[in-house]
C-alpha cells in the first residue's frame, strides 16, 4: 500500500493550498480516507475525514468552515482544498487509510495505511 501526498507549500495567511493524495495496493472504493497534520513539537492531530462514497465528511473545529476534504474513486485520490489559511495551519499533513468505510474516526489508530507528508508553511 503507497499514499502519496502532495500540493504542500509556503503561502501567506489568508491564501489557499489543494493538498491532493492518491493511493496504490489497495482497493481505494472501500476506505474511509483522513488528513492529519503536525505541528513542530505537537502530536499528530485529525484535520478531515471522509466516508467511501464522499457523501459523509467530518472536519476538526480548528478547520470547520475552511477546509473541504473530497474524493474521486476512479483516480483514487482524496483532496483537501484549505481556504482562509492561517498561521496555526502550519504543519506537516499526512493522509491515511482507514478500513473504516462508512464511520469517519478520528483516532490516528484507526488509520492502518499513511503517507509521507507535505510541508504547508503558512506565513503571516
Known amino acids: 500500500v503507497q499514499l502519496q501526498a502532495s500540493g504542500g507549500g509556503l503561502v501567506q495567511a489568508g491564501g489557499s493550498l489543494r493538498l491532493s493524495c492518491t493511493a496504490s495496493?489497495?482497493?481505494?472504493?472501500?476506505?474511509?480516507m483522513g488528513w492529519f497534520r503536525q505541528a513542530p513539537g505537537k502530536e499528530r492531530e485529525f484535520v478531515a475525514g471522509?466516508?467511501?462514497?464522499?457523501?459523509?465528511?467530518s472536519y476538526a473545529d480548528s478547520v470547520k468552515g475552511r477546509f473541504t476534504i473530497s474524493r474521486i474513486n476512479v483516480q483514487n485520490t482524496v483532496y483537501l482544498q484549505m481556504n482562509s489559511l492561517k498561521p496555526e495551519d502550519t504543519a506537516v499533513y499526512y493522509c491515511?487509510?482507514?478500513?473504516?468505510?462508512?464511520?469517519?474516526?478520528?483516532?490516528?489508530?484507526?488509520?492502518?495505511?499513511w503517507g509521507q507528508g507535505t510541508l504547508v508553511t503558512v506565513s503571516s
Open positions: 491515511a487509510a482507514s478500513p473504516s468505510s462508512r464511520t469517519i474516526l478520528s483516532f490516528i489508530t484507526a488509520y492502518d495505511a
Open positions: 471522509i466516508n467511501w462514497s464522499g457523501g459523509s465528511t
Open positions: 495496493g489497495l482497493t481505494f472504493s472501500v476506505y474511509g
